[in-house]
């Protein structure tokens, strides 16, 4: 079972950048897909980004394109969502998750919550005018 930890949130003005971690222990991150989603008040769960187990494949959603930026490191255990542009509505706790993936699924990027088991319990992140 991995357990996932985010760090990284925040108070930041609009324009400016952040830089979220989510750290897995228990199993080897690189056994699963990961995503990014997030939550904003009274909204339902929203996809932000996701990476292949492999790293090779990413996939965003066209509200983040060219703004955020999914990276992982395997060798820390770690998964990066990288924000620039901020916007007011990107204002949200945001949340990772993580897929454990077959051999064949390597390649794969899932874009819904229910394709995803794992969770942590998220961040806050604000954007200010």
């Known amino acids: 079972q991995v357990q996932l930890v985010e760090s990284g949130g925040g108070l930041v003005q609009a324009g400016g950048s952040l830089r979220l971690s989510c750290t897995a222990s228990?199993?080897?991150?690189?056994?699963?897909?990961m995503g990014w989603f997030r939550q904003a008040p009274g909204r339902e769960r929203e996809f932000v980004t996701s990476?292949?187990?492999?790293?090779?494949?990413?996939y965003y959603a066209d509200s983040v394109k060219g703004r955020f930026a999914i990276s992982r490191d395997n060798a820390k255990n770690t998964v990066y969502l990288l924000m620039s542009s901020l916007k007011p509505e990107d204002t949200a706790v945001y949340y990772c998750?993580?897929?454990?993936?077959?051999?064949?699924?390597?390649?794969?990027?899932?874009?819904?919550?229910?394709?995803?088991?794992?969770w942590g319990q998220g961040t806050q992140v604000t954007v200010s005018t």
């Open positions: 998750g993580a897929r454990y993936i077959t051999y064949s699924e390597r390649s794969a990027t899932y874009s819904r919550p229910t394709s995803y088991a794992h």
């Open positions: 228990g199993r080897a991150v690189s056994d699963y897909a």
């Open positions: 990476v292949s187990a492999n790293g090779e494949s990413t």
